[in-house]
């Protein structure tokens, strides 16, 4: 205010164009942080303990810098348990492959049109990000800017992208596909540094110096931002890959209400036909994230589910007044399924107490049960329908897979490098073992053991394959 009001004095004009004025930093209950009420953080301190990346990025990220700002240690380690974590994860797994291989994909060229869809997705979904980011820093938004970035990062890159394409870094072999992934991968990283250069300047420096062997500038903080490349961006492709996201998530969680692990394979997946020429050649994708042996697409979902309908007293009350015993009594009577699907369509009809009335989708609480053997998830007008019952070929399966992530843990908590050989010993019951003993090559390949052996009893670990206990024994192969 001094300075605008000299300068108007003296001046005639504003002193800046533009002016961002902070508001006070309040406690997490929102009280003003004072020494006599014991309610203030030390910022060096803070520093010390999270970085003064994280402090500055947690700033940004919990409010508009222009309102008081309610500062939380509690949400400053979460942020930097997600975005921090997340982002230095993803290239300490991108490094340790390109090391491994003797890769460096900056030198690599890679034309975009050429890679997998998921790749350019990917290429597609940064490409959105950075658009954003350049609309909302350039009118201060400098918490959406921040949001979008942490969510870039820890859902599309490392949910879904990264661990969706793991296994294509695994490759020491210069294939198109593994050049792909991983010049994907380092592009991504490299603008990211870029991005994040003005919010997080100590983590951008040190990524951006170990994605560049010879760097082109002394410093990130002199590069200059990339260019929004809108031939890269394909609005189709991202709304495609997020209906599939949708549709795991809501099979994920179908399992869940069910009790059934993801390492538990099931026979299939039911969608509504609608989706078909959307997500039919995603059908592969959708198999193997909700670990299903089928995608089958239904005109007539609602043969197995059962659905029943009631007012939505608290709505409709207020509107029908007196006719909603008679709303109540009609719904009794309709096809609920024709019912519905009109319903969908935006409103109906009905005749009540001798007037036509107008009825919205909000005055009907729909209720939706899966019929035995089945499972249903719904979220935002989009269902899935899982079948849950287990044969004797799942069940078999389902103790493999459980078997191989537990061998997995186990190479991990002995320190085993991921090239490891080993052998496997291992005493369980009749069950399990026919089970290990029809997948031991999947077993094997997985899990880089050159033998696995039953015994009567192992001086090992007692692990769970659900619910059969068995002893393991991992032994690492000198070379």
């Known amino acids: 205010y001094s300075l605008l009001a000299i300068s108007t004095l003296y001046k005639g004009v504003a002193p800046y164009k533009n002016v961002l004025v902070n508001d006070l930093i309040l406690d997490k209950d929102g009280q003003k942080m004072s020494k006599s009420k014991g309610n203030t953080l030390d910022p060096i301190e803070l520093f010390d303990k999270y970085g003064a990346d994280a402090v500055r990025f947690y700033s940004l990220f919990v409010s508009p810098p222009w309102v008081p700002t309610r500062f939380d240690e509690d949400g400053l380690k979460e942020v930097n348990s997600k975005f921090f974590r997340t982002i230095k994860n993803v290239y300490a797994m991108f490094s ?65 992208y990264i661990r969706r394409n793991r296994r294509r870094f695994w490759s020491a072999e210069e294939t198109p596909d593994v050049k792909s992934v991983f010049r994907t991968t380092w592009e991504v990283l490299y603008g990211l540094a870029k991005i994040v250069a003005p919010i997080t300047p100590f983590l951008a420096e040190e990524l951006y110096r170990s994605l560049t062997l010879e760097n082109k500038m002394d410093s990130v903080h002199l590069e200059l931002l990339d260019e ?38 099931l026979k299939e997946i039911v969608l509504d036909k609608k989706y078909e020429n959307t997500v039919g050649n995603l059908t592969d994708l959708i198999k193997e994230e909700l670990n299903v042996k089928g995608v089958v697409f239904s005109s007539s979902m609602s043969d197995l589910m059962e659905i029943t309908l009631k007012p939505d007293y608290k709505v409709a009350g207020r509107v029908l007044g007196a006719k909603i015993k008679a709303f109540a009594k009609e719904l009794n009577e309709v096809n609920n399924k024709e019912f519905v699907d009109e319903l969908n369509t935006g409103s109906l009809t009905m005749e009540l107490n001798g007037e036509n009335t107008e009825i919205l989708p909000e005055y009907v609480a729909v209720t939706y049960l899966a019929k035995e053997g089945f499972d249903i998830a719904m979220d935002a007008g989009i269902s899935v329908v899982l079948d849950t019952v287990l044969d004797e ?66 001086e090992g670990t007692d692990i769970d394959i659900n619910g059969h206990e068995v002893a393991l024994k991992l032994e690492k192969v000198e070379r």
């Open 96 to 160: 340790l492959y390109a090391n491994t291989n003797g890769f460096d994909p900056s030198d690599w060229e890679v034309p975009v049109e050429e890679r997998p869809e998921i790749d350019r997705w990917l290429v597609s979904r940064y490409n959105s990000l950075l658009k954003t980011y350049e609309e909302e820093m350039e009118v201060f938004e400098y918490t959406k800017a921040v949001r979008a970035i942490s969510d870039f990062v820890v859902e599309d890159l490392s949910n879904w």
């Open 393 to 458: 070929d799942l069940i078999a399966e389902g103790y493999m897979r459980e078997f191989i992530s537990k061998v997995q843990q186990q190479r991990k908590s002995n320190g085993y490098e991921v090239s490891d050989r080993i052998n496997i010993e291992y005493a369980g019951d009749d069950e399990v073992a026919k089970a290990f003993e029809e997948y031991r090559e999947v077993i094997s390949s997985e899990t880089l053991a050159l033998s696995m052996e039953r015994r009567d009893t192992v």
């Open 228 to 265: 929004v490349d809108s031939s890269v961006i394909d609005a189709e492709l991202e709304n495609k890959m997020d209906l599939v996201r949708k549709i795991v998530n809501l099979g994920r969680a179908s399992r869940e209400e069910a009790g059934i692990k993801v390492r538990q394979p």
